[in-house]
């Protein structure tokens, strides 16, 4: 199959197309920011924590995994910003032993308080379940992330608003790397209607199919219906900081992070993504990372030879089997 001669988005990627020289029309189509542009958000970002800085008993509310990612995002928000953050977990029932060990470690090191949110196991493996066998959300939104990932992600989004709103905190963080989340959205005042357009796509599909217990994890019309002044500005500073992994891994080892040996290449805390990534490879015969990852490549923070390695591996059967049979579902080798 054909790849891409410049990042790695394969030939079986939605809509991609080559030119004579075997570019995708997505190099040469999205625009990648440069030192100066990264700079300017850097400036508005710290001219935005000198407005919010010491509004409440929290200056930031950071969607934490325990990942490689989050973990660094905490790191430049606690150390490198000196804000008084609250790192919410949201633990589906799959963080490896591990992760949960530096989510403890991390967070006590850093000055970090933690809130750990647990939805009842049962639940979640419905859940999950669902999200691995139906067609729950339109394919565009499954372009940049499986089934299974879209179905928590969603859900930690809402329960990370829902908590900020409640604690009157002024800013979200996020980790997100810069492959998975453009620049242009990396500061962002959330609103009602942004958050009800995301109920169409993710929250109402979901419910829909999964019923009406899934209705506390997401906003509610009294949540939706709290004044604007007081919803968050949304954060994800990875977008315009300089973003390289193995600088990552090394700078949070160093403050005691360890890297989990039970999850697959393309996470750093949940075993649950390889079976995620076998079912959604083996159904639209693509990596689910490979958005991100070919976003990283295109920005020049990874070798485009190591993001074809992070997108054609295998997941390891173990791993897809272990996850797979706490759902108790067939992962279809």
């Not at 325990?66 to 799959?94: I, R």
């Not at 959300?137 to 992600?153: E, F, G, N, Q, V």
């Not at 080892?253 to 076998?278: E, I, M, Q, R, Y």
Request: with cysteine; proline share 6%; glycine share 6%.
């Amino acid at each position: 199959m054909i790849t891409c001669s410049k990042c790695v988005l394969p030939g079986s990627f939605p809509g991609i197309q080559f030119d004579e020289e075997g570019v995708c029309n997505y190099c040469r189509n999205i625009p990648i920011p440069d030192s100066s542009e990264k700079q300017a958000h850097r400036e508005k970002f710290e001219t935005l924590l000198r407005s919010k800085r010491s509004m409440g008993s929290f200056d930031v509310l950071l969607a934490y995994s325990g990942g490689k990612d989050s973990t660094y995002t905490l790191y430049l928000l606690a150390k490198q910003y000196n804000l008084k953050v609250l790192a919410l977990v949201f633990d589906n029932g799959f963080i490896s032993g591990q992760a949960m060990v530096n989510i403890r470690h991390m967070t006590d090191s850093l000055g970090a308080a933690c809130m750990v949110f647990r939805p009842p196991f049962d639940l979640m493996k419905k859940v999950f379940g669902l999200a691995a066998g139906h067609d729950i959300y339109s394919p565009k939104t499954l372009d940049r992330a499986s089934s299974i990932c879209t179905t928590c992600i969603g859900m930690v989004k809402a329960m990370v608003l829902k908590t900020a709103l409640s604690y009157h905190i002024p800013l979200v963080a996020f980790g997100w790397s810069p492959g998975q989340a453009p620049i242009s959205s990396a500061i962002m005042q959330t609103n009602p209607r942004l958050q009800k357009f995301s109920h169409r796509s993710v929250r109402d599909p979901l419910i829909g199919l999964a019923g009406d217990e899934l209705k506390p994890y997401f906003l509610s019309d009294a949540d939706l219906a709290v004044d604007q002044s007081h919803w968050p500005v949304n954060i994800h500073p990875l977008a315009f900081m300089d973003y390289d992994e193995d600088a990552i891994v090394e700078k949070i080892s160093s403050l005691g992070w360890v890297k989990p040996k039970d999850t697959d290449p393309n996470s750093t805390n949940c075993l649950l993504n390889a079976l995620a990534n076998h079912l959604h490879r083996k159904r639209f015969n693509f990596h689910p990372y490979a958005w991100e990852i070919a976003g990283i490549v295109r920005s020049g923070s990874m070798d485009r030879s190591q993001g074809i390695v992070k997108v054609n591996e295998e997941e390891d059967r173990d791993m897809v089997n272990y996850a797979a049979g706490l759902l108790g579902i067939d992962p279809g080798f």
